[in-house]
């Protein structure tokens, strides 16, 4: 049974697929959704920047999420969100730890040139590492 979900979102193609994949779900099974995006500072990262960052990514995700508020309110789904900083795998599973959920739904890579390149080893190392089931959507 599913009853926690999360979403992993980073505004690509994919991610919005994975969406209303996981949005189709929560309805199914009545779940909690929470959409999970993660900035990925520099190396090393210096705490200002970090700060800076988070400012910036949380700015930059509040005009998807509340696209994708609207979606899940039409279904009746109640969803949080959070912006998160670090690696986008380390992350997602760190989320899914904390809040204990059954399921984390994600898109098998970005659309940015640099995610295409990676071949969706975010999507591996989340699948390799999770305490819980992966969907990926394609």
């Not at 505004?11 to 994975?18: F, I, M, P, R, T």
């Not at 520099?42 to 990514?57: F, K, T």
């Not at 890579?109 to 190392?125: C, E, N």
Request: proline content about 3%; glycine content about 6%; overall charge negative.
């Amino acid at each position: 049974m599913v009853s926690n979900m999360i979403v992993a979102y980073d505004g690509s193609k994919q991610s919005e697929k994975a969406f209303r994949f996981a949005l189709d779900m929560a309805e199914k099974y009545a779940a909690r959704m929470t959409v999970v995006s993660v900035a990925s500072p520099g190396e090393p990262a210096m705490a200002v920047e970090m700060e800076e960052m988070l400012d910036n990514a949380k700015e930059y995700f509040e005009g998807h999420y509340k696209c994708l508020r609207e979606l899940a309110q039409q279904k009746g789904i109640e969803m949080m969100s959070e912006v998160r900083i670090g690696h986008p795998a380390d992350q997602i599973i760190l989320a899914a730890e904390e809040k204990q959920v059954d399921v984390i739904v994600m898109g098998h890579r970005g659309d940015r040139m640099i995610q295409r390149w990676l071949v969706g080893s975010v999507a591996k190392r989340v699948i390799a590492y999770s305490p819980c089931t992966v969907v990926v959507v394609r």
